[in-house]
Each structure stands twice: as structure tokens, then as C-alpha cells.
Nanobody, 125 residues
Framework: QVQLVESGGGLVQAGGSLRLSCAASGDISSDAVMAWFRQAPGKEREFVAAIRWSASNIYYANSVKGRFAISRDNAKNMVYLQMNSLQPDDTAVYYC??????????????????WGQGTQVTVSS
């Protein structure tokens, strides 16, 4: 079993920055992929970024490429999402997710068996 707890959300003005954190507990396999998804009101959950637990592979949605950066600290079992140049369209609940088997379909929410409770990010114009 894996538990994920997100933190770091909040209210920020357009152009500002936030750093989300995801604390993972339990057995994180070396094949795991850790990801961030987001869901805005009335919209489907969408992929934001993913990182392999034991490799250098990093993936981003086109909408955040160049503005967001995902990173991890294996020793602390932490995953981070640095979000810069935030825009009102980035407003959503952000979720941390874990796929312990390391599937290639990293952008699909159904790939991930473990989810955090989410943290709200609100960007005002």
C-alpha cells in the first residue's frame, strides 16, 4: 500500500509561483512513475507531469511545458511540482498519483492506482 499526501496549494496572482509537495509513504518500487494531475470544476482530470522513480525520464503536458518542473527526492520519498508563470487557467485541484508498475501510459489517469486527496490551486487574474 502507498499513501500520498499533497501540500502547498493556495491562492496566487497571475504570473506568480507555487511549489506543490507530495509525501509518499509505503513501498515505492524502483519501476514506479509518480505524476501530477489536475482537475478544474466541470472538467475531466488532466495530466500535468510525471517522473520515473529511478530514472531520469520526465514528461510534461504541452500546456505546462516550460513553466512547471517536476522533481523528486528519493531519500525523502517526496515529489515536487514547481509551478511558475501561473495563469487563471491553471486553477484546479492538483493530485499526486503513483503507478508502481511503471506503465508507459503515464498520461492516462487510469494508469495510476494510488492517489492523494488533492490540493487546491487558485490563480487570480
Amino acid at each position: 500500500q502507498v499513501q500520498l499526501v499533497e501540500s502547498g496549494g493556495g491562492l496566487v496572482q497571475a504570473g506568480g509561483s507555487l511549489r506543490l509537495s507530495c509525501a509518499a509513504s509505503g513501498d515505492i518500487s524502483s519501476d514506479a512513475v509518480m505524476a501530477w494531475f489536475r482537475q478544474a470544476p466541470g472538467k475531466e482530470r488532466e495530466f500535468v507531469a510525471a517522473i520515473r522513480w529511478s530514472a531520469s525520464n520526465i514528461y510534461y503536458a504541452n500546456s505546462v511545458k516550460g513553466r512547471f518542473a517536476i522533481s523528486r527526492d528519493n531519500a525523502k520519498n517526496m515529489v515536487y511540482l514547481q509551478m511558475n508563470s501561473l495563469q487563471p487557467d491553471d486553477t484546479a485541484v492538483y493530485y499526486c498519483a503513483a503507478d508502481l508498475l511503471g506503465h508507459l501510459s503515464y498520461a492516462r489517469s487510469v494508469t495510476y492506482a494510488y492517489w492523494g486527496q488533492g490540493t487546491q490551486v487558485t490563480v487570480s487574474s
